[in-house]
């Protein structure tokens, strides 16, 4: 018979699919310019030259038995040594080729990641607004997903209710940032108090607690953002990263996770990941991705566009009205909703204007809608009109 | 705190891995002639030049943002409906696009099938010898693998202990043909046999039972082997497939998994596959992967070495005096080892003579060794005057 949880689940569709699938809908019945899709996080600049190369020259030169070769379990070590050296002198950290597991993108880092320093019946906090998929990855471990609510007017740690819901069969926290939805980066100074919480928790309750850092939109930071590297401030921690955003390469799957070598059990974190992939049958990213990315681990695409929508939009908004923390990189802004049922406020603009945006209930921060602005700067320019009319429709 | 499951793992290492360790020691110690190498199964013939092309012209072509994004969380849409096509047109089936699910290879294809087929507490049956990996796959959903003992015959089905060992809670029975590590392809005979049984369990119990049929090594059936495609005997099938063998990319992980369109609720396990993948982060294949298959569907490597090196070597163990079931497909052999400890048999192969081959007791079939003929014809010629002076040393 088939499995009736995830049979279920297929019933249940995601808020923020439904307006994408409004999207598609309203563009064929009326035609692409019927719509302004603010709704999905997809990269919109493409890959660098130089990964597209990478690529094109492995297929080329490199005997294809070793190039299309199972990888080892653990990772190509060459593409591990690589991102190792690469985060030591970016970040003045101390990585070694151990201390890397190429993953199938941030996905793929976070279920091993949860997995390795969790067990069923732990507790993982995190943050709202946060990632839906954050739910699936930690539940799918047997633990327990806790979620400190935001603080809005900053988008930083709500430090209050943080030590609030600790409590000892907390196992890891698990935070984003740069964030989505809201586009904001934790501070230094937030870092810093974060780990020093921790730090005193774990004394507290006599048993490590792991800081779990999902950054895929690490190399997305505006101009004069305090962006600190977590795994800097805290020993116990794990950074799980992604190729998808910062060279444009979504769909490849391809990424990792980085154990803080003054982590405990540094050493044992990795091999363990090998045994957790047997388990979930995900067993290594591609071998040409591994060993194309090891050239680029310097480049980005070229990013300067979402910088350019921020400003633009940010200065828009503000002035008509809206109430929106400054992002700090990413592509997202998370504006207040004029309304306080923020789904209401989104149908209408999908409906009366073709504006799509997605409500921040999705994100567990109700009163707010996410734009994703990965899109070409002329579809802000037109948008900012409609969000000024939908603005005065509703107050 | 670290998970102890995991870690308690990594202290334990497959014998297989052992044996490979063994001999890239003394490889390393007495130069590369002081080994012949069959413990690993990776292909040794190179991908065909279609392939390659095919990536290579994505890479040229295409726009990179389509190219490299996000592919859609059930698969891209063409590569879905080329592989329901290629097998409808090879096997007679009705797959749609709607039953194909693309995977990282049969690993991904086997870890979705079984949890949208069984939930925790089920029994899934499998038949000894079998690959060491199935029970991380099976354990990994909450369910028991419960294991039929071989038939050291012929290495088809052994019926009498299947139906002894059949019980209410079996919600699925894995099989895999061309089979790892025998070589042996079940019959159409067999198969007919299986399907009645499980047919009449289904009818017996008053619930479905799922065939998960694992065919990385569908294309490597060597002339005259009787080799029926499995799904068109039994309904409730899902057939699990990797391009690993056949297209000799085992590293890039792509294959995929086909729903019978005649299984129960069949519209819904794709679906429900799409939301297994959200609790494992396992997130689809790379879409340069996915979308380069599409025009080799009917190609694979050259693959006549294998055929070639599995009579030269089934014909010389034979005349030696070995007991070999004569395999049908696959690049492995699974001779009787002349001693009942086959792995005192393999550790003297391989410290006495450099020959490094693996024991049946890995597969759950004492007594036996495989031998992996992925090899250059060459090393076949040197290893058999060692295969006979170790027959010689033994009897």
Chains 1, 2 share one sequence.
């Not at 019945?29 to 719509?35: C, K, T």
């Not at 050493?267 to 991705?289: A, D, K, W, Y």
Request: charged share 20%.
């Amino acid at each position: 018979m088939i499995n009736e949880f995830y049979r279920e689940m297929t019933g249940r569709e995601s808020v923020i699919r439904q307006f994408f699938d409004y999207s598609r809908k309203r563009a064929a019945e009326l035609g692409p310019d019927s719509v302004l899709n603010f709704s999905i996080g997809n990269p919109s600049v493409p890959a660098p030259d130089s990964a597209t190369e990478a690529m094109q020259t492995l297929l080329r030169e490199m005997d294809p038995i070793a190039l299309h070769g199972y990888s080892p379990t653990l990772g190509q070590p060459s593409t591990k040594a690589a991102i190792a050296e690469s985060l030591n002198k970016r970040f003045g950290m101390n990585y070694g080729p151990e201390h890397i597991f190429p993953t199938s993108g941030a996905a793929g880092a976070l279920s091993h990641a949860l997995r390795a320093v969790t067990k069923p019946g732990d507790t993982v906090i995190t943050f709202a607004p946060y990632f839906p998929e954050y739910i699936p990855y930690v539940t799918g471990t047997g633990a327990k997903l806790s979620v400190v609510p935001a603080d809005i007017d900053s988008f930083q740690i709500n430090f209050e209710k943080l030590e609030e819901l600790f409590a000892p069969e907390v196992s890891a926290v698990l935070i984003n940032s740069p964030n989505n939805p809201s586009g904001i980066v934790y501070t230094t100074a937030t870092i810093q108090k974060l780990a020093e919480l921790l730090t005193r928790k774990q004394e507290e309750y006599g048993h490590e607690i792991f800081l779990i850092t999902d950054e895929p939109y690490r190399e997305i930071v505006f101009k004069g953002t305090d962006s600190p590297f977590v795994s800097s401030y805290y020993d116990n921690s794990i950074c799980c990263y992604s190729f998808s955003k910062s060279l444009s390469l979504p769909g490849e799957r391809i990424g990792y996770l980085a154990v803080n070598p003054k982590a405990k059990d540094a050493e044992l974190i990795v091999p363990m990941c090998g045994q957790i992939s047997r388990f979930t049958g995900h067993n290594c990213p591609s071998s040409l991705m591994q060993l194309a990315i090891e050239p680029v681990l310097y480049t980005t695409s070229d990013l300067s566009v979402y910088e350019t929508n921020a400003a633009l939009l940010y200065e828009a908004l503000t002035e008509i009205g809206y109430t929106v923390v400054k992002p700090g990189g990413t592509f997202y802004m998370f504006p207040r909703s004029p309304i306080a049922d923020a789904n209401e406020f989104c149908w209408t603009a999908a409906k009366e204007l073709g504006l799509i945006i997605v409500p921040g209930d999705s994100f567990e921060c109700p009163g707010h809608f996410r734009i994703s602005y990965c899109v070409p700067t002329e579809q802000i320019e037109k948008a900012i009109p409609l969000f000024e009319k939908l603005y005065r429709r509703f107050s």
